[in-house]
């Protein structure tokens, strides 16, 4: 039942994404998912996954620790790299725990041991898919905050930076060698335009459109 999904087509709904070589643990995930009202795609190889992948998937990925050719692990590291914010669970068999942590510290969700309790991997999922959401909308965040910025003129943004940077009027007045009243005309704007009412909302908003990858 494995099944692939275009890379250039993004998915529309949160999907539960399968990768495990082991065709009956594979058909079993499906089959509770599918009784708790939740969508998968199954892949019998982390090279199909990737070759499926796209970074605008939704949804999280229950992953197997172990496997022929690429592991698990091996997948992940390749997804960090490529900035992928998709959440990862993995499964992991008898002596895995410790490569299991240390994929926790590289930022997976959590990891289940087998053999599984149904109801605990399905409430780790839930945990996923809700964290996944976010994800998404931080990002929305990150790139509204962005285009605001990017709508300031290259006096403002000045203004913009000086201000984050802690300068009171009078000191950007005389950094840039404008009036002060000039500073309180380009500040005014700069909160306009930015779409917020404090300095420190402001200050949270350029933060906010800072990406930040490991």
């Known amino acids: 039942m494995n099944q692939t999904l275009p890379s250039n087509v993004p998915s529309p709904e949160q999907l539960v994404y399968i990768v495990d070589d082991d065709e009956a ?72 725990v410790p490569m299991a942590v240390s994929a926790l510290k590289k930022g997976a969700i959590d990891f289940i041991e087998k053999p599984f309790n149904d109801q605990e991997m399905v409430k780790l999922i839930r945990t996923a898919l809700a964290e996944d959401l976010k994800r998404h909308d931080a990002r929305r965040q990150e790139a509204e905050a962005q285009r605001r910025i990017e709508g300031l003129t290259p006096r403002e943004r000045e203004v913009l930076d000086l201000i984050v940077a802690g300068r009171l009027n009078k000191q950007i007045a005389d950094d840039l060698g404008i009036s002060i009243k000039t500073v309180e005309v380009h500040r005014a704007r700069v909160m306009e335009k930015m779409g917020v009412n404090s300095l420190a909302e402001l200050v949270q908003h350029v933060m906010i459109s800072t990406p930040k990858h490991e």
Do not use: Q
Not at 78 to 85: A, E, I, P, Q, R
């Open 25 to 96: 643990l594979r058909d079993s995930l499906i089959w509770l998912l599918e009784s708790t009202g939740l969508k998968s795609l199954a892949f019998d190889s982390a090279e199909n996954f990737l070759a499926a992948y796209n970074p605008r998937m939704n949804g999280c990925l229950v992953l197997d620790i172990r496997m022929p050719g690429m592991s698990g692990l091996e997948l992940h590291e390749k997804l960090l790299s490529m900035h992928s914010t998709l959440p990862i669970i993995f499964i992991t068999g008898h002596g895995d």
